[in-house]
């Protein structure tokens, strides 16, 4: 992160602003972009203080998300992740419909912990279909799973990156505070925005 950081005070790197702002206007446009063309943007923060942002945001931009636990191969093995998430939402279905009721009540008890337990690992992909055209991760050295399957998965890598991580793998970076609330709101926001406009303009063109 060495070339956007301004400068040292108090033992604390300072981001260079004139750098982060244009770095943040390239990510978003890039995202809008993809929202233009009718792309999906995963959303990925499961860090205490964002994860609850990132929910909302993406929910907001009507994107796929994942704010509670990486599964392992979400990328690398979409075909299992779609399996898991047809399991899911037949269940959802079947609860909802009353179908379930037919079971005895240990097997209806066993059904409803298991939609809870797929709804916190597979409950914000629900709509991901195939691969997103670009994945946007809050915290990549928190989310280094996420990080090496998006890389592995050729699924270009928007990602907020604090002075203390490694951007190499990161096709857009955007320099900030990664733990700051205040930070991740207001960054979180933009991008949830960028995505909406982009999904405007979609809609226009159609």
Not at 26 to 48: C, M, R
Not at 150 to 170: E, F, M, Q
């Amino acid at each position: 992160m060495a070339s956007y950081i301004f400068g040292e005070r108090g033992g604390i790197h300072v981001i260079d602003l004139e750098i982060a702002v244009k770095k943040l206007e390239e990510a978003l446009k890039f995202l809008s972009d993809i929202a233009a063309n009718g792309g999906t943007v995963l959303f990925v923060g499961t860090k205490k203080q964002g994860a609850q942002i990132i929910r909302e945001a993406a929910l907001d931009a009507g994107m796929p998300y994942v704010d509670k636990r990486w599964l392992g191969g979400t990328l690398t093995n979409f075909r299992a992740i779609q399996d898991v998430l047809r399991r899911y939402l037949d269940l959802k279905s079947k609860s909802g419909r009353g179908e379930l009721s037919k079971y005895t009540k240990k097997e209806q008890i066993g059904f409803q912990k298991e939609i809870e337990d797929l709804e916190v690992k597979v409950g914000g992909l629900v709509g991901l279909n195939k691969l997103p055209q670009a994945i946007f991760i809050l915290d990549i050295k928190k989310e280094e799973t996420a990080l090496k399957e998006a890389v592995a998965s050729h699924v270009p890598i928007v990602a907020v990156c604090d002075t203390n991580v490694d951007p190499s793998d990161v096709e857009y970076v955007i320099p900030a505070n990664d733990d700051a609330v205040k930070s991740i709101k207001l960054i979180v926001g933009l991008v949830a925005e960028a995505i909406k406009e982009g999904k405007a303009n979609n809609q226009q063109v159609k």
